[in-house]
């Protein structure tokens, strides 16, 4: 996953804390869940990519030369 696609998985994940404080605070029970539910996907993007990088940097074997091709290419 690209740095562009943490960087949405966090911004998601702090629209929907923005929207599920909103709801919170004005009694909004709709915004409160809707938020609640952005901020789950965004949290589980975001760990998906970290758990996606932890493997690309533990997998054994392959060509060290193509690995760092790949790393500069940005895969």
Not at 23 to 43: F, I, K, M, N, P
Not at 49 to 62: S, T, Y
Request: without cysteine.
């Amino acid at each position: 996953m690209s740095i562009w696609d943490k960087a949405r998985a966090k911004a998601e994940e702090l629209y929907g804390r923005a929207e599920e404080l909103y709801g919170e605070s004005h009694g909004d029970a709709a915004a409160q869940v809707a938020g609640e539910a952005r901020r789950l996907e965004g949290e589980a993007e975001e760990e998906a990519a970290e758990r996606g990088d932890a493997e690309r940097e533990v997998a054994p074997g392959g060509d060290p030369q193509q690995d760092l091709r790949d790393h500069r290419r940005g895969s």
